[in-house]
């Protein structure tokens, strides 16, 4: 990673949004330079964009702000409780209403621009992040300079499948303590982080108590699964799009299959691809100066 000046770190701070929710959030760096919306996957807060990862982005010369999405972290916590029967039917391709949808969370990103005054900004999301920034540029082409998705998919259920092996996992139920939560986000952190890079079980620890002290919600997570399963194929919309593009995936994902990046990369005109051999669900420190480097020159095209 680069050595670089300090940068300019904000509190973190409360947003009201005329979608009905309030988003927490923190910038790095200065609010002249160009403006990069970092959005985080399922029951991810916005601390998972680490802060050395943002200021590294920063020191590249982009004003970071990252925040936690609705139902994570010290957002607000929405309401409709979601059964397990109502996630198989959506899982399955039934017809379900979901509390909200992937376009609700892409409102919230675009809302946090406006509360902060920008007319138009980069954006990089990750895994469900990924899926809420394409539904952004989509949405609204015009406020997005460039895009960066990061280890997800286009919607269409023929790609991006999670492996088999890891729904008993992911499906049982964390005890509602903090140790049990972290037991439960190492089993799981495992089976899904990078081969390649594997941080220390201390580096994991304290990420999930920074987690859990964040605030958790089981209902959160599980209203965000529906809107995540039962997101549009966005291909053919992401094929009208003229916006400069990269998608990174990692060749050990199990959690959302390379086939999610290759179809994202396939279906936007013009868009870089780049795999990463040995990572896997997750963002390793050692890969945080390739990120950097490749966002920067993602949006270099830009202008």
Known sequence: MSTHAPVAVSAELLAPLPTGVEVCYQTFGQPEHEPLL??????????????????????????????????????TRCEGRVASHSLVRAFVGARTRPPYSMADLAADGLALLDHLGIESAHLAGVSMGGMIAQTIAIDAPERVRSLTSVMSTTGRR???????????????????????????????WRLIGSPAFQPTEEELRSRA???????????????????????????????????????????????????????????????????????????????????????????????
């Open 158 to 188: 023929s790609v991006g499948w999670q492996h088999p092996s890891l729904l008993p996992t992911l499906l049982v139920r964390r005890g509602p303590d903090r140790d049990s939560y972290i037991a439960g986000a190492l089993k799981v």
């Open 209 to 303: 108590g920074d987690t859990y002290d964040r605030g958790v919600s089981v209902q959160g997570v599980m209203r965000q699964m529906m809107a995540v399963l039962t997101q549009p194929d966005r291909s053919a919309a992401l094929h009208d799009l003229r916006i400069p593009t990269l998608v990174v995936h990692g060749l050990a994902d199990r959690m959302v299959h390379v086939s999610g990046g290759r179809a994202t990369a396939a279906a936007i005109p013009g868009a870089e691809l780049l795999l990463i051999d040995g990572m896997g669900h997750d963002l390793p420190a050692a890969l945080f100066d390739t990120f950097a480097t490749a966002i920067r020159r993602t949006a270099d095209r830009a202008s």
């Open 38 to 75: 970092l959005v985080m996957g399922l029951g991810g807060p916005m601390t998972w964009w680490d802060a050395a990862l943002c200021e590294e982005l920063a020191s590249r010369g982009f004003y970071v702000i990252r925040y936690d999405n609705r139902d994570t972290g010290r957002s």
